[in-house]
C-alpha cells in the first residue's frame, strides 16, 4: 500500500467513524456507504478493522453500528470540554428565551468550527445545526472567530489554501477576508450573512478561558430577517455579553 493510498483508508475510516458516532439509532451498512460515497463492499472492510481495534461494535439483535470502547476510552484522555459546555448552555439557554434565535456553541479547530452543542431557534421555522457539524473557517461566523482570534499563524494558513464558494454570497477572495477579519478583531465579533446558506445569517463572538486563550464560540443564527445586516447593535450587545459571561466564569479577565 502507497502513502496516498494509506492516507485514503485512514481518512475513510475516520469518516465511518464521525458518522456512526452521531446516529443516535446506530448505522447500517447502506447508510454508511451512502454518507462516505463508497461501495458496501469497501465499507464491510473499513468496519471490520475498526471493529477489530474496538473503535466499532455491531448490535447483534439490529446488525447495526455504533461506538465501540476503545473510542469511550480515547474520549476520557480528550481535553475536557464539559466545563465550557456545562457553564455556556444555562446561559445559552436564557438568551435563545429572551431572543428567540438558535444558540450555538462551538469549538474551534485548524480546519473547522466543530459544533459542540446547540440549543434550537423556538421560531415556527426552525433554523439551526446540529452538535458534531463542522463549520467553514473562512464563511461562518464561528470560523471567521477562529480566524481572528486563534493561533497567530491561522489567519495566514487559510489565506494561502483555495476559499471555496458555498455560497455566492461566500467570501473567496484572500484580500477581502484579510481586511475581514481584522474588523473582526477591532469590533469583537463576526458576521456572515448567507455566506454557509442562502437566506441565513449568523453573528458570533469569541469565549476565553483563564490564560486568555480562545477556547470556543458562540454563535447566534437566524433568517436574514431576524438578524440583518448590518445586525441589530441591541443583538450584538447582547451576544457580547453572553460570551463574556461565559469567559469570565472560565477565568479570562474582561476585554
Known amino acids: 500500500m502507497t502513502v496516498s493510498e494509506g492516507v485514503k483508508a485512514a481518512d475513510i475510516c475516520l469518516q465511518i467513524l464521525e458518522f456512526v458516532a452521531f446516529e443516535a ?7 454508511i456507504a451512502q454518507a462516505v460515497g463508497i461501495a ?4 464491510f472492510k473499513h468496519l471490520q478493522t475498526l471493529i477489530d481495534r474496538g473503535f466499532v461494535a455491531q448490535d447483534p439483535a439490529t446488525s447495526r453500528y455504533r461506538l465501540g470502547p476503545k473510542t469511550w476510552l480515547l474520549a476520557r484522555n480528550a481535553p475536557d470540554l464539559d466545563d465550557v459546555a456545562a457553564i455556556a448552555l444555562p446561559l445559552m439557554q436564557a438568551a435563545r428565551n429572551e431572543l428567540g434565535l438558535a444558540v450555538v456553541l462551538s469549538t474551534p479547530s485548524p480546519r473547522s ?3 459542540v452543542a446547540t440549543v434550537p431557534s423556538n ?8 452538535a458534531g457539524s463542522e463549520l467553514t473557517l473562512h464563511a461562518s461566523a464561528q470560523g471567521k472567530i477562529y480566524l481572528a482570534f486563534g493561533p497567530a499563524d491561522a489567519l495566514s494558513r487559510a489565506l494561502a489554501a ?3 464558494a ?8 484572500p484580500a477581502r477576508l484579510a481586511a475581514e477579519i481584522a474588523e473582526v478583531r477591532r469590533l469583537g465579533y463576526a458576521a456572515a450573512p448567507e455566506e454557509s446558506l442562502l437566506g441565513v445569517n449568523a453573528i ?3 469565549i476565553f478561558n483563564y490564560e486568555q486563550r480562545l477556547v470556543g464560540s458562540i454563535g447566534l443564527i437566524g433568517s436574514v430577517q431576524h438578524i440583518t445586516t448590518p445586525p441589530d447593535p441591541q443583538l450584538v450587545h447582547r451576544l ?7 469567559s469570565n466564569a472560565l477565568g479570562a479577565r474582561p476585554r
Not at 439509532?25 to 447508510?31: E, F, L
Not at 458496501?40 to 465499507?43: E, M, N
Not at 458555498?166 to 477572495?173: A, F, Q, Y
Open 123 to 130: 421560531h415556527q421555522i426552525e433554523i439551526g445545526v446540529r
Open 240 to 246: 457580547l455579553a453572553l460570551t463574556g459571561d461565559i
Open 40 to 43: 458496501k463492499s469497501a465499507v
Open 166 to 173: 458555498i455560497t455566492t454570497r461566500s467570501v473567496t477572495d
Open 204 to 206: 458570533a463572538a469569541p
Open 162 to 164: 483555495p476559499l471555496p
Open 113 to 115: 468550527a466543530y459544533v
Open 25 to 31: 439509532q446506530g448505522a447500517g451498512v447502506t447508510q
